[in-house]
């Protein structure tokens, strides 16, 4: 019996995905891969990463518009969903606005972590 859970998400940019986990310390596996849950039941995903959880991975598929989260959740341990997600979709935000700001000729010239656990950038155009 699989225990898989598909989560949809508003994760739409493959590269924004994948630098999002990269930036949060995961090995992104790509390419014809399969995630592994209970019992070694597999299913096939577009990416994937580790979960920490030995035997339980964490995939990405496309679905429609964008990526839906497919993972074993009931076998990882040491990783909620919500956290992992949050986590995820915070970093994905950074990297889709860092990389439009860019594309408009702003440059990073600073980061700070804010007591609410934000994010502030200062960046600098010249015009």
Do not use: N
């Not at 995961?26 to 399969?34: A, L």
């Not at 439009?100 to 994010?119: H, I, K, N, R, S």
């Amino acid at each position: 019996m699989s225990h898989f859970t598909r989560l949809q998400t508003r994760l739409v940019q493959r590269h924004h995905v994948v630098q999002a986990l990269q930036d949060l310390g995961y090995d992104v596996r790509q390419g014809g891969v399969e995630i592994q849950g209970y019992m070694g039941t597999r299913t096939a995903v577009d990416f994937k990463v580790p979960s920490g959880t030995p035997g339980y991975d964490i995939g990405f598929r496309q679905e429609g518009d964008g990526y839906e989260v497919v993972a074993d959740w009931w076998g990882i341990k040491d990783l909620p969903q919500e956290v992992f997600l949050q986590r995820l979709t915070q970093r994905y935000a950074y990297c889709a606005v860092r990389r439009q700001l860019e594309e408009q000729g702003f440059t990073l010239v600073g980061e700070e972590q804010t007591a609410e656990e934000g994010l502030r950038l200062t960046l600098r155009r010249v015009v």
